[in-house]
């Protein structure tokens, strides 16, 4: 995911502000995760799981970042595909619904872990952050789909 995300820094970097400071939070957002997911807590049960303050933080900056593709990014991104194309804005409506599918993944990751006390429910903590990871994966490859249409087809 961290070469995915230097390859799209590169690719459209200073094209567009918005654009940018989305992909630094997806950068911090990918380092908390790699964090959590660290050879500390990678399917050990054995090891300790990260302080729920860790759990806390990552979880406010992937609700954050979700928040700001949803209520901010996409719906300009859409607004730009519906006045350069009829094949962007269906692209764009597209895969909308597959991303929101991956917000699914992660409100309930977030539903789960951002202030649990439960310890029960903390030993499913490795098999749902590596679900989360793969959703945010697939998640992070349709926004760059969206981007590099954009980019490519109205710059």
Known sequence: MLSQLEKAQQKWGGSH???????TDRQELLVQYCALAGPAHHGKH???????TCIQSFCQLLMDYLSAGHF??????????????ED?????RSL??????????????????AESKNDDLLENFDKDLSQL???LSIRFELEDELIHNLYTNHS
């Open 17 to 23: 502000s918005v654009i940018d400071k989305w992909l």
């Open 46 to 52: 054995d090891q300790a799981l990260p302080e729920q």
């Open 72 to 85: 901010e990014i996409y719906d300009d991104i859409v607004k730009q595909c519906e006045s350069r194309g």
């Open 88 to 92: 962007s804005l269906k692209l764009a």
């Open 96 to 113: 909308y619904p597959q991303i929101s599918a991956t917000t699914d993944i992660a409100l309930d990751f977030n539903d789960n872990y």
């Open 133 to 135: 990871g793969e959703a």
